[in-house]
Nanobody, 130 residues
């Protein structure tokens, strides 16, 4: 099992920045694919950024939802067991509860083919005012 704990959420004005952190612990050697999701009130949860490590995948990489591309950056510090989401140029429509998620797969294709994750954090609230 892997435990995930998010932090860094808060209230900010439009145009501002926040950095979310997700500390992971437990059987972390099993994890090679992590993501940030968000869910706004009355809306479905959506994946916004993904990162995968090179171990067993033939290379590391990231991907982003179009609505956050160019504004958000996902990164990972394995020495600190922490996943980050740097959010710049925030907009009111970015207001949501943000969650990190993690899973392990035997290949990138397997991980990318499924939206299911084995491990989730409890979430951190981000509120952007206009």
């Amino acid at each position: 099992q892997v435990q995930l704990v998010e932090s860094g959420g808060g209230s900010v004005q439009a145009g501002g920045s926040l950095r979310l952190s997700c500390r992971y612990s437990g059987y972390t050697a099993s994890i090679n694919y992590m993501a940030w999701f968000r869910q706004a009130p009355g809306k479905k949860r959506e994946g916004i950024a993904t990162i995968w490590t090179g171990g067993g995948f033939g290379g590391a990489g990231t991907s982003y939802r179009d609505s956050v591309k160019g504004r958000f950056t996902i990164s990972q510090d394995n020495a600190k067991n922490t996943l980050y989401l740097q959010m710049n140029s925030l907009k009111p429509e970015d207001t949501a509860m943000y969650y990190c998620a993690a899973k392990g797969c035997d290949s990138y294709r397997t991980c990318a083919a499924s939206a299911e994750y084995d491990n989730w954090g409890q979430g951190t609230q981000v509120t952007v005012s206009s």
